[in-house]
């Protein structure tokens, strides 16, 4: 098993930790101030953000093929199609 | 039809397919979850002033608070996954013990939260934005209390010699769930928490 095990390795743990806290502390500071519409643009794409860093990083999916790749994201695509079938469907009774 | 498991005496193939495992029911927790996270954009979409007035009484504090806890929780999970990678199984243990303990501050807190709620009347009946909060919270605590049994477990494993830097998947896999708790908590606090 090759495993990157360097003390790089964990520069960059610690390095999207710090990443991870700033955004919490961004977005929860945002959510103060009243930007209408964009407050949940905002929050949504910031935890996208810190989701992608968590899931890249910390879960090793970078450095995964692309079989575990489509394991992530299929279902994901399923969630939005679920989300935006329902929404249209009680949006437009 | 010769050799139906070739490979699965494999150790690297034996690895991958653990994994692969873990991430087709990371894929049924995506929907599970997902289910919630719908019902919520529904009732959002149709409540909008009922949600930014319920959500205002949640403690972001508090939420704010747990956070910080989850997200250290999955530092010292990867931390302790590169300490075994190096086969180092007392700094996995430890590791592991701190996400442990993150993971019982986390549910505190959210004791401490819900406690607060029923003090001031706000139960999952009240009204359907504190009914989305108690079942999302709740399910999510759920996971955290398993996730807490599962890391224990490899705990246990590795104090019996189980782990060395050649064979540890229980520890990975365990380390992708936990992961993945936190993910889910990444976006419930700006849903629930910071835009209601």
Redesign the interface.
């Known amino acids: 098993m090759s495993h990157e095990t360097t003390t790089g390795a964990r520069r960059t743990y610690v390095a999207v930790y710090v990443a991870l806290l700033l955004l919490t502390a961004v977005t929860v500071l945002v959510s103060y101030v009243d930007l209408g519409l964009m407050n949940v643009v905002a929050a949504l794409l910031i935890a996208s953000v810190k989701a992608s860093l968590v899931a890249l990083v910390f879960m090793h999916l970078k450095s995964e093929d692309r079989l575990v790749w489509g394991f992530a994201l299929v279902p994901i695509a399923f969630l939005a199609l679920i989300m935006l079938g329902t929404l249209v469907d009680t949006m437009l009774r | 039809m010769s050799a139906p498991h070739e490979g699965h005496g494999d150790?690297?193939v034996a690895?991958e397919s653990a994994?692969?495992g873990l991430?087709?029911f990371?894929?049924?927790e995506?929907?599970l979850f997902?289910?919630l996270?719908?019902a919520y954009?529904?009732f959002r979409?149709?409540y909008p002033a009922l949600f930014h007035s319920e959500h205002l009484k949640l403690n972001?504090v508090l939420g704010?608070l747990n956070?910080?806890v989850l997200?250290?929780s999955?530092?010292t999970?990867?931390?302790g996954v590169?300490a075994i990678?190096?086969g180092k199984a007392r700094l996995l243990e430890r590791y592991y013990a701190v996400t442990i303990v993150l993971g019982a501050v986390f549910l505190c807190v959210k004791y401490i939260e819900w406690t607060g709620e029923f003090h001031h009347g706000r139960y999952p009946d009240s009204n359907i934005f504190f009914s989305l909060y108690f079942m999302m919270t709740g399910l999510h605590g759920i996971h955290v209390i398993l996730g807490m049994g599962v890391l224990a477990y490899v705990v246990v494993l590795s104090r019996r010699g189980r782990f060395s830097g050649?064979y540890h998947t229980p520890a990975e896999v365990a380390?992708?769930y936990w992961?993945?708790v936190?993910?889910v908590w990444?976006?419930l606090?700006?849903?629930l928490?910071?835009?209601g």
Do not use: M, N
């Open positions: 150790p690297r690895f994994k692969l991430w087709t990371l894929a049924t995506v929907l997902g289910a996270f719908t954009a529904v979409a149709k972001r704010t956070t910080v997200i250290t999955s530092l999970v990867v931390l590169d990678r190096r050649e380390g992708l992961h993945f936190d993910l990444i976006y606090l700006p849903l928490y910071l835009i």
